[in-house]
Nanobody, 130 residues
Framework: QLQLVESGGGLVQPGGSLRLSCAAS???????????IGWFRQAPGKEREGVIC????????NYADSVKGRFTLSRDDAKNTVYLQMNSLQLEDTAVYYC????????????????????RGQGTQVTVSS
């Protein structure tokens, strides 16, 4: 069983930056080489959408077109934590952001489609407003 805890959300002005964290804990393994990590977001009245993901080997990142060039992921294996760096934030980035994971060992593949994801955190609110 994998547990995910997000943090780092808050209020930021348009054009600003924010870094979200997704801390993972599992009884017998780390996320390195084991779990794909993805981030999803849901704005009020909208469907949840995939934003970005990282393959379990930590080498491949896929982006939604809406965040390409502005968002990126990094991973600290010692802390079992994935970071979502969000730059040039826009009003439409306002949403609850969730990290999610699914087991896919030694893979460079990841998807921002929801179906494979087995685990999800509780979410953190990001509000972009002037």
């Amino acid at each position: 069983q994998l547990q995910l805890v997000e943090s780092g959300g808050g209020l930021v002005q348009p054009g600003g930056s924010l870094r979200l964290s997704c801390a993972a804990s599992a009884a017998s393994e780390s996320i390195r080489d084991s779990y794909v990590i993805g981030w999803f977001r849901q704005a009020p009245g909208k469907e949840r959408e995939g934003v970005i993901c990282m393959g379990s080997r930590g080498k491949n990142i896929n982006y939604a077109d809406s965040v390409k060039g502005r968002f990126t992921l990094s991973r600290d294996d010692a802390k079992n934590t994935v970071y979502l760096q969000m730059n040039s934030l826009q009003l439409e980035d306002t949403a609850v952001y969730y990290c999610a994971a699914y087991h896919n060992p030694f893979s460079d593949f990841c998807t921002i489609v929801r179906e494979p994801y087995q685990y999800r955190g509780q979410g953190t609110q990001v509000t972009v407003s002037s």
